[in-house]
């Protein structure tokens, strides 16, 4: 099964399109394991077996592993994943970009190593530091076209003087996506949920690529005008919250705390997708 149809699969299983972001740090764990790095896979993992029944996908941060030398504990939590939740796919959030030789390498540790089904990739390089995640044909290759963050205006707004057409950078981006780059129906792009208009412009320039949407939760994102301007039934959305599920209690009840947020807000962005019919 390739990553789209394991999507399309976990999308209709759990009934849903919510994405929990596996972002662990350790200063937020709940009591006695509050600033312990030898915990991350415990709290991870008590977290996706809390809610492993109402997620699309989970998607991990390589940083929040590698900057506590736990390394081993994400291999360890892929594993768990995959065994507790094989019908969930899982985007190793990792954004590499580098030359070919390199980026052969990072295809290695996100597929072969992790046993991801997809990763975040930066396409400011160009599609041949895309092209060995290809390689990998049941993988997805999720490249950053118009982010979450305030400065992602700084590049991804700016008009191409050189296309016909002057598109913006991000609009560029998606066209590409969906046409010359995706050559084995591989890629998906990330929009931020912190720009509904934006998302909507790419659903229109890329109707068939699944969108990793970040940007609800705790950057403010809203959920239903997200789900309104890329949900459709071409292609799946993948809406990302990470910090309001993970912390939502700090207390020895942050798995069942993270439970109910996660109902939350699938069911707003459930409701979002089926408006009730007057
Ligand atoms: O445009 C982007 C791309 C990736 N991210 C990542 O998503 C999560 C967001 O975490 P929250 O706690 O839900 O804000 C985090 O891992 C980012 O690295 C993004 O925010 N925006």
Redesign the pocket.
């Known amino acids: 099964m390739n990553f789209i149809q394991q999507l399309r699969q976990a999308e209709s299983l759990n009934d849903s399109l919510l994405c929990v972001?596996l972002?662990p740090e350790p200063a937020k764990f709940p009591g006695s394991w509050k600033g312990d790095a030898g915990r991350i896979y415990d709290f991870c993992a008590a977290i996706v077996d809390a809610t492993k029944d109402l997620v699309i996908a989970f998607?991990p941060?390589i940083?929040y592993f590698a900057a506590h030398r736990a390394e081993s504990q994400l291999e360890q939590l892929m594993a768990h994943i995959k065994r507790v939740a094989p019908h969930v796919p899982v985007i190793l959030?990792a954004?590499r970009g580098d030359i070919g030789s390199t980026a052969e390498q990072y295809a290695k540790e996100a597929f072969e190593r992790y046993q991801a089904d997809a990763v975040?990739l930066s396409p400011f390089m160009g599609f041949d530091t895309i092209e060995p995640y290809l390689r990998y044909p049941d993988k997805g290759a999720i490249l950053?076209c118009r982010?979450?963050?305030p400065g992602?205006s700084d590049w991804q707004n700016q008009r191409l003087a050189d296309v016909p057409g002057q598109p913006k950078l991000y609009e560029h981006l998606a066209r590409l996506a969906q046409t010359d780059w995706n050559k084995n129906g591989q890629l998906g792009l990330?929009v931020?949920a912190t720009f509904p208009a934006e998302i909507a412009r790419v659903r229109e320039l890329a109707p068939t690529l699944p969108l990793l949407i970040?940007?609800?939760?705790?950057?403010g994102g809203d959920a239903e005008a997200t789900v309104q301007a890329g949900w459709g039934p071409t292609a799946p959305i993948i809406v990302?919250?990470?910090?309001?599920v993970l912390y939502a209690s700090s207390g020895d009840d942050f798995a069942a705390a993270a439970r109910r947020v996660a109902m939350q807000t699938r069911a707003q962005l459930n409701l979002a997708r089926k408006p009730s019919k007057p």
């Open positions: 972001g972002d998607k941060q940083a959030d954004k975040t950053l982010t979450s963050n992602g990330v931020g970040p940007g609800v939760g705790a950057q990302s919250s990470s910090r309001a």
